[in-house]
T-cell receptor, first 114, second 113 residues
Framework: NAGVTQTPKFRILKIGQSMTLQCTQD?????MYWYRQDPGMGLKLIYY???????DKGEVPNGYNVSRSTTEDFPLRLELAAPSQTSVYFC?????????????FGDGTRLSIL | DQQVKQNSPSLSVQEGRISILNCDYT??????FLWYKKYPAEGPTFLIS?????DKNEDGRFTVFLNKSAKHLSLHIVPSQPGDSAVYFC????????????FGKGITLSVRP
């Protein structure tokens, strides 16, 4: 079972460039999430989705955009990369978001903005 | 404003001994708590959870204790094994539709052979 798959694993961007972090899950989960983890910090929620076509902001959404056209995929878009967006990005999914089902995480994308 | 606090950044224990990882929270609306384990270059994986209606939940070598009055929970690992060396995140979630997890900063556990 693949679970949650994130690509790429590593990426270096120049300031002002844009890119899309890909996330796909094969567990038929309706809830999906994007987090970022800065060094020595916990995970902070960027955006989440409760189902195809529905997305909402988390704690730190500025500088990011998301879309959810299918149940499986939840890409995260950085439009104008800034050094403050250097972080490790984790995608997660769960079957229900409010019934305490644990979230399943991908292995992360390590992004450096130079 | 940290709502979930893991004040000790690291812990080192001898193999076979008990590891106790602590977590404090400030939000009284949290009613479910989870521990995640994370190895380097991997995503967090769910370890154990506890509902606020309980004070203890056990799963093999892992036990989580919850003290609601003190807003404190702890994860006990007995006996500790070298493979337990990882970062452990405490997370909490309030009741309600579309509630979100709040994570602590994590504790790095090192188990010495």
């Amino acid at each position: 079972n693949a679970g949650v798959t994130q690509t790429p694993k590593f990426r270096i961007l120049k300031i002002g460039q844009s890119m899309t972090l890909q996330c796909t899950q094969d567990m038929n989960h309706n809830y999906m999430y994007w987090y970022r983890q800065d060094p020595g910090m916990g995970l902070k929620l960027i955006y989440y989705s409760v189902g195809a076509g529905i997305t909402d902001k988390g704690e730190v959404p500025n500088g990011y955009n998301v879309s959810r056209s299918t149940t499986e995929d939840f890409p995260l878009r950085l439009e104008l990369a800034a050094p403050s967006q250097t972080s490790v990005y984790f995608c997660a999914s769960s079957y229900y978001g409010d019934t305490h089902q644990p979230q399943h995480f991908g292995d992360g994308t390590r992004l450096s903005i130079l | 404003d940290q709502q979930v606090k893991q004040n000790s950044p690291s812990l080192s224990v001898q193999e076979g001994r008990i590891s106790i990882l602590n977590c404090d929270y400030t939000n009284s609306m949290f009613d479910y708590f989870l521990w995640y384990k994370k190895y380097p270059a991997e995503g967090p994986t769910f370890l154990i959870s506890i509902s606020s209606i309980k004070d203890k939940n056990e799963d093999g070598r892992f036990t989580v204790f919850l003290n609601k009055s003190a807003k404190h929970l702890s994860l006990h690992i007995v006996p500790s094994q070298p493979g337990d060396s990882a970062v452990y995140f405490c997370a909490a979630i309030p009741t309600g539709a579309n509630s979100k997890l709040t994570f602590g900063k994590g504790i790095t556990l090192s188990v010495r052979p």
